[in-house]
């Protein structure tokens, strides 16, 4: 038989499962927002004003601290923006190659007055994509984020699982261990809690991103 006693008051009264008690610390509240703005019409601007149902999630610091992973980071915006950015890019690489046609194509064109049309024209193009390749890498930095995460969430959560909270003493612990090099019936903090479950899904350089 399991023992599921604390290890620090060894009872048991006061020992909860992890998954349990994370989610009793995870609420989502229904509610309505107010808005206002501006909208166009046949007659012009006109004041809008409406109302909004959302939905907001209330996580307490203990849900926090025992999660079994980081959440998943956003890619749309640097990858919108990023685009967004490129697009002065093309404009002026289009602009580019029409000149650089014309250049070949005039009457009194050489090879010096195309290469500089060419240079010219591409300086122009390099100079708004150096933001939009950084929101670019940005986007693919958080998208191998998200992958490793993905890849580790099932190792973790089946350690994550099996894990036990004392409410008396206020630490978390396995009844036998998760995994290899890991502690059964040890007291962790809930962050150490955290930090090893990280560990074994092989994120846990994203403790502190948290």
Do not use: K
């Amino acid at each position: 038989m399991v023992d599921t006693s604390c290890p620090g008051c060894a009872r048991v009264n006061w020992v909860q499962r992890v998954p349990a008690l994370h989610a009793t610390g995870v609420s989502t509240v229904s509610g309505t927002d107010q808005y206002s703005g501006i909208g166009f019409s046949s007659t012009g601007l006109v004041p809008v004003m409406g109302a909004a149902v959302v939905n907001r999630t209330s996580t307490t610091a203990l849900a926090q601290a025992t999660m079994p992973a980081p959440s998943q980071v956003s890619i749309a915006r640097p990858l919108l923006l990023g685009l967004l950015l490129s697009v002065p890019a093309l404009l002026f690489l289009a602009g580019t190659v029409a000149a650089v046609a014309g250049e070949i194509n005039a009457a009194d064109s050489s090879v010096g007055s195309v290469v500089g049309v060419a240079l010219v024209g591409l300086l122009f193009a390099i100079a708004p994509m150096t933001p939009a390749a950084s929101a670019f890498a940005v986007a693919a930095s958080r998208s191998r984020r998200n992958r490793r995460v993905q890849r580790g969430l099932s190792a973790a959560y089946a350690a994550w699982a099996s894990g036990c909270y004392c409410h008396r003493c206020g630490v978390c612990f396995w009844p036998a261990s998760p995994a290899p090099g890991v502690s059964g019936r040890h007291p962790f903090s809930p962050s150490e809690f955290r930090w090893v479950i990280w560990n074994i899904g092989g994120y846990g350089r994203y403790f502190n991103a948290a």
